[in-house]
């Protein structure tokens, strides 16, 4: 009986994760700003203001029907525009047993995070030491 218990229970903390599908990844595309960082050991960091944004461009590339892009820090204008350093770090989209990582390449730095979850107004991703951060979609400035 506690087998039939215990196995219900793992079954029902699965199935109601949410699993990451190959349609989602195009959410990827646009203004992502943290709002929180998870570590490895619980603790959590809240950010109010940021004064730097992530901004993820992905395409479908024609020969291997894998996803590729880059990812661009910029920093939000009141006049709606953004400023960036210029640097854009590669990532491609790689798919592991159902599961989806985004890949980066800056110079001969690579590393790799996983898409926990994604949304049109959220995004988690983890890295490989366990710490998650949590995005929420950008909104523009507005004085109105």
Known sequence: MRKTVLGFVVFLVFSC????AKEDITKLNGYWEIQQV????GETKDYKVNETIDYFELQQA?????WVGFRQKV???????????GIKEIIKI????????????????????EIIEIADSTLVLKNTQNIEYAYKKFKPFSFK
């Open 17 to 20: 994760t949410p699993k990451v």
């Open 38 to 41: 998870k570590m490895a050991t």
């Open 62 to 66: 024609q020969i291997d029907n894998k």
């Open 75 to 85: 920093m939000p204008q009141f006049d709606g525009k953004f400023l960036t350093n």
């Open 94 to 113: 790689k798919e592991d047993k159902n599961t989806f990582f985004v890949e980066y390449t800056v110079n001969d730095n690579q590393w790799q995070e």
